[in-house]
C-alpha cells in the first residue's frame, strides 16, 4: 500500500522525523491480518471540505484512500462549514460537484441545518441527484426532533437520514423515538454506532428496520451489541481513517460471530440497500 | 493477552485519547506508561509508535505536522484499544 499513513500525509509527518517505514509496516499487519471476505465494500461517513476545527479532506484524497483499500465507493457530505449563508451552500455544491466528477463512486449526502432555511438548498440538492442528507445536532446546534420537518422532506425525496450520535451528544434514544414518530417511513442512520447514548438507543432503537447504525468511530462493545443486519461501515474520514474502521468490523464478528453474509452486509449490502 | 492486562491497556488508553483530543501535555506521559503496560503483548508495537509519536509532536513541531503525528498516534491506539476490548469480549487470550 502506498498514499497516506494511518490517515495522514506522509509529507507532514517526515519534518516530525516520524518512522514512516514502520508506520507503513504497522498499518499493513493490520490489514492484512483480518482476514475479511472478498466483497463490494463502502464506507458510510466521509467529509469533504475543510472543517472549522482544521481537518480536511479533498475528493481525490478520498478517492485515493478508497483505492488503497479497496473500497468501491463512500458516502459523502460537506465538513463543518456552513458558510456565510449558514446553509452549507458552497460546501454542499463542491461536494456534489465532487460526486458528478466521480464515476459513482461518492455518493453525496446534502448537510443542511434544520434552524435555518432549506428549502431553496434541499430543492438544489434534488436538482444535482444528492441520495441523502446529513445532520450534525451538536455542529448545528438543535435537538433531533427539532428537526421533524426536514427529515419529513427528505423522506419524501426517498433519502435516509444520516445523525450524529457520536461523542458530544445528549440522550439521544428519547429524542430520536421522537423524530421518527414526527416523521413517518423516515430513514435513520445513527453515525458512530450511537456511541453518545449507546446502550438506550440500542435497547429502544437496535431491531427498527428503518435505523442504521454506522461503524465509524464507533466503539467495539457498543457494535457487538447491534444485530449486523443493521449496521454499515463507516470510517469518518479525515477524523479516522480505514484501517481501524475495517479492524473494527473485522473484530466485531468475530466476537459476535457474524455468518460471511452477515459481514458482507456491514461492508457494503446493508448501505447499498438503503441507497438503491 | 490476559483479562487483566487488557483492562489496564484500555483503561490507560482512554486517558491517552482524552489528553490527545485536549492537546493536553501530559499525552506524551501517558503514552509512554501505556507503552510500558503493552510491551510484550500484541498490540504493543502499536503503543510504542504511539507514544514515540507523542514524543516527537511534544516539540517545536509546524502545527500542521504536529496535528497530523497527534491524529497518526490517535489512530495507533484506536487500533490498540480494539485489540484489547475484543479480548475482553471474549476473542481469543486466556481469561
Redesign the interface.
Same mark, same amino acid.
Given at each position: 500500500m502506498s498514499g497516506r499513513?494511518?490517515?495522514?500525509?506522509p509529507g @507532514?509527518?517526515a519534518?516530525?522525523?516520524?518512522?514512516t517505514d514502520? @508506520?507503513a509496516a504497522?498499518e499493513r499487519d493490520?490489514v492484512d491480518g483480518l482476514g475479511l471476505p472478498e466483497t463490494e465494500l463502502w464506507d458510510a461517513h466521509a467529509h469533504l471540505g475543510r472543517d472549522a476545527d482544521?481537518h480536511a479532506l479533498t475528493a481525490d484524497g478520498l478517492l485515493a484512500d478508497l483505492d488503497r483499500f479497496g473500497f468501491a465507493g463512500a458516502v459523502c457530505f460537506p465538513a463543518n462549514e456552513p458558510g456565510a449563508d449558514g446553509q452549507f451552500a458552497d460546501a454542499n455544491r463542491r461536494v456534489r460537484e465532487a460526486a458528478a466528477a466521480s464515476g459513482g463512486r461518492l455518493v453525496p449526502f446534502c448537510r443542511l441545518d434544520p434552524g435555518m432555511p432549506w428549502d431553496g438548498e434541499l430543492a438544489a440538492a434534488r436538482e444535482a441527484g444528492v441520495r441523502g442528507l446529513k445532520l450534525h445536532p451538536i455542529a448545528q446546534r438543535f435537538r433531533p426532533p427539532d428537526a421533524a420537518a426536514l427529515v419529513r422532506a427528505a423522506t419524501d425525496l426517498g433519502w435516509p437520514v444520516l445523525i450524529h450520535a457520536g461523542y458530544g451528544a445528549r440522550p439521544l434514544a428519547g429524542p430520536i423515538q421522537t423524530l421518527l414518530a414526527r416523521a413517518p417511513g423516515a430513514r435513520l442512520i445513527l453515525a458512530h454506532g450511537a456511541r453518545g447514548d449507546a446502550r438506550a438507543v440500542v435497547e429502544r432503537l437496535g431491531d427498527r428496520d428503518d435505523v442504521l447504525f454506522d461503524t465509524s468511530?464507533a466503539?467495539?462493545?457498543d457494535l457487538?451489541g447491534i444485530r449486523p443486519e443493521r449496521l454499515c461501515l463507516g470510517a469518518d474520514r479525515p477524523y479516522?481513517?480505514h484501517?481501524?474502521a475495517l479492524?473494527?468490523v473485522a473484530?466485531a464478528a468475530?466476537?459476535a460471530g457474524w455468518d460471511a453474509d452477515q459481514l458482507r452486509g456491514v461492508l457494503g449490502g446493508n448501505l447499498l440497500r438503503w441507497l438503491a | 493477552m490476559t483479562r487483566a492486562e487488557a483492562v489496564r491497556l484500555v483503561a490507560a488508553l482512554a486517558q491517552c485519547e482524552i489528553a490527545m483530543v485536549r492537546r493536553d501535555p501530559v499525552a506524551g506521559p501517558l503514552l509512554a506508561q501505556a507503552a510500558r503496560a503493552a510491551e510484550g503483548l500484541s498490540p504493543g508495537?502499536?503503543v510504542a509508535?504511539a507514544a514515540?509519536?507523542a514524543r516527537?509532536?511534544g516539540g517545536d +513541531?509546524?502545527p500542521? +505536522?504536529? *496535528? *497530523?503525528?497527534r491524529?497518526?498516534a490517535q *489512530?495507533?491506539c484506536? *487500533?490498540a484499544v480494539?485489540?484489547a476490548?475484543?479480548v475482553l469480549?471474549?476473542?481469543d487470550g486466556p481469561r
Open positions: 499513513l494511518w490517515g495522514e500525509d @507532514l509527518l519534518p516530525l522525523g516520524a518512522p514502520e @508506520l504497522l493490520l482544521g468511530l466503539a467495539l462493545p457487538v479516522g481513517e484501517a481501524t479492524q473494527l473484530l468475530r466476537v | 508495537p502499536l509508535a514515540r509519536m516527537l509532536i +513541531a509546524p500542521e +505536522a504536529a *496535528a *497530523a503525528g491524529k497518526v *489512530a495507533l484506536r *487500533a480494539q485489540e476490548q475484543a469480549l471474549g476473542e
